[in-house]
């Protein structure tokens, strides 16, 4: 069964500082691959999706992830973080024959240190 | 352009009731998405459109009917609501174009929808 795991359920970082978000997935084929934010200010919002090639996908807000099939990872990054991503952060799964198998894993909450 | 909207923004329900959430959406998007959170957790998808008439299950669409008015509108339905049911509901919008040489989705949520069934 695919699943979608996100080892750090809580990461703080200083303002300013890099951040990389952790995403693993279990998944027969490749998928495409997605990193969802939510914050109380902006609600839910699309990040990136990866739907295949080019294993870097750059983002909104400055995010950029990173597609590793050997790893069936698809971390989350930037360079550099603003008090104003403080929020949780979600990496989805889904199949490409079909969306309706779209899996989200359980998120990981980022604090920002001023 | 209000994007992606939902009506209402909170309800009580008792259960067995029945109710209906709508959602709108004026970006002309062929895709549309049902989604319920629950504390703790991350979004999983009820059902999803695409165009008008066209309607698919998601994980968990057992308890929940859905319909397209047009392809703005997508309402979701519960026949007889249960507490399990309790959630909050997000209804999301997207369209994917080809960005020089590389796909590009682009997906815009609803502010939520608050249901509590006793």
């Known amino acids: 069964a695919q699943s979608v795991t996100q080892p750090d359920i809580h990461i703080t970082v200083s303002e300013g500082a890099s951040l990389e978000l952790r995403c693993n997935y279990s998944y027969g084929a490749t998928p495409y691959l997605f990193w969802y934010v939510q914050s109380p200010g902006q609600g839910l919002q699309l990040l990136l999706k990866?739907?295949?090639?080019?294993?870097l996908v750059q983002g909104i807000k400055g995010f950029e992830a990173e597609f590793k099939r050997s790893q069936s990872s698809f971390n989350l990054r930037k360079p550099s973080v603003h008090w104003s991503d403080a929020a949780e952060y979600f990496c989805a799964v889904a199949q490409k024959t079909s969306y309706d198998k779209v899996i989200f894993g359980p998120g990981t909450s980022l604090s920002v240190i001023p | 352009n209000a994007g992606v909207t939902q009506t209402p923004k909170f309800r009580v329900l008792k259960t067995g009731q029945s109710m209906t959430l709508l959602c709108a959406q004026d970006?002309?998007?062929?895709?549309m998405y049902w989604y319920r959170q629950d504390p703790g957790m991350g979004l999983r998808l009820i059902h999803y459109?695409?165009?008008?008439?066209?309607?698919a299950k998601g994980e968990v669409p057992d308890g929940y009917n859905v319909s397209t008015l047009k392809k703005q509108n997508f309402l979701l339905g519960l026949e007889s609501a249960a507490p399990s049911q309790t959630s909050v509901y997000f209804c999301?919008?997207?369209?994917?174009?080809?960005?020089?040489?590389?796909?590009?989705?682009?997906?815009?949520f609803g502010p939520g929808t608050r249901l509590l069934v006793l």
């Open positions: 999301a919008s997207s369209y994917s174009n080809r960005d020089v040489y590389k796909w590009v989705e682009t997906q815009y």
């Open positions: 459109s695409v165009g008008e008439g066209t309607t």
């Open positions: 970006m002309n998007h062929e895709y």
């Open positions: 990866y739907f295949s090639g080019d294993t």
